[in-house]
């Protein structure tokens, strides 16, 4: 590579960082600001000047992005590296199969994350368990558990019966889940002797 075309590739690029905001509603890690040839110091110069604002630890937004839906969530997934599933209740939630709103965000990260000290942010349950594409979903910019995963971690989870029924009950009725997921779901319900009343 020329002396140029080195420079050139150093040089801070403010569409594609721009790029990777605009994907999650304006919000940049600094490891993309870093992809995109944003120093420390450079970042520290534009949060002077305004052009974006520090949202938590490594997190950054751009200032004068529209604002959107469900921006909490997003930036706990860039908290958590892109890493991270939205799942359990939170997941209920989102594909909303559930009329209760959770107190608290859940996130799945994987199982390798165990051996890491995290300083994990108030308000949010982490879960450790690796999450294969056909268990995913997306939801706004985000990841999420698809139905059938979320209701079976929501029975694992001893989530309260009455929601999880809702839940399962719902899913079929929108054609999340087969008859037979259902009947499997709600058998397994049962068998933890958390059988509610019928909506």
Not at 79 to 101: I, M, N, P, R
Not at 171 to 195: I, P, Y
Request: with cysteine.
């Amino acid at each position: 590579m020329s002396a140029v075309a080195s420079k050139a590739h150093n040089q801070p690029d403010w569409d594609g960082l721009f790029a990777a905001a605009q994907a999650q509603s304006g919000y940049f890690t600094t490891a993309q600001a870093a992809q995109s040839g944003y120093s420390r110091p450079l970042l520290h110069k534009y949060l002077a000047t305004g052009k974006v604002a520090r949202v938590r630890r490594g997190v950054y937004r751009v200032v004068h992005f529209p604002a959107s839906e469900h921006e909490d969530l997003i930036v706990l997934w860039l908290w958590a590296e892109q890493a991270g599933v939205f799942s359990h209740e939170t997941a209920l939630a989102l594909h909303d199969l559930s009329d209760a709103l959770a107190g608290k965000v859940h996130l799945t990260v994987p199982l390798s994350w165990r051996r890491r000290r995290l300083r994990v942010p108030a308000g949010l349950v982490l879960h450790f368990a690796d999450v294969g594409d056909v268990d995913r979903a997306s939801y706004s910019a985000v990841p999420v558990t698809a139905p059938l995963r979320t209701l079976r971690d929501c029975i694992e989870a001893h989530v309260a019966a009455d929601l999880v029924r809702q839940g399962i009950l719902q899913a079929r009725r929108r054609g999340f889940v087969s008859a037979k997921d259902e009947a499997r779901l709600l058998a397994e319900l049962g068998r933890q002797g958390r059988t509610v009343a019928a909506f």
